[in-house]
C-alpha cells in the first residue's frame, strides 16, 4: 500500500470525504499541491488507479477524474 502516499496527500488536505460530489477536485489540488511543494518527488510514478482507490477507500472514478485534470497541467 502506499501509505506514505496517503499520509503526503492528508497532509495537504485531501482527507474530506463529506463532499462527494468534489472528493476528485479535493484529490487534484492534494496531489498538485504536494507535487508544487516538493513532498511528492521528481519522477515519483503515482500509484494506478484502482490501487489508489482501493487505499483511499474511493471510486475509481474519483481517482480517474483527480489524474485526468493532472494530465491536462502536464
Given amino acids: 500500500m502506499h501509505y506514505n ?9 485531501f482527507g474530506n470525504k463529506t463532499t462527494p460530489n468534489n472528493i476528485y477536485i479535493n484529490l487534484y489540488k492534494s496531489i498538485k499541491s504536494a507535487i508544487i511543494n516538493r513532498s511528492i518527488k521528481e519522477n515519483y510514478k503515482l500509484p494506478p488507479t484502482r490501487i489508489l482507490a482501493r487505499d483511499l477507500e474511493i471510486s475509481r472514478s474519483t ?7 493532472l494530465s491536462l497541467e502536464n
Fill in 5 to 13: 502516499l496517503i499520509n503526503i496527500l492528508d497532509s495537504h488536505g
Fill in 63 to 69: 481517482v480517474i477524474k483527480a489524474y485526468e485534470l
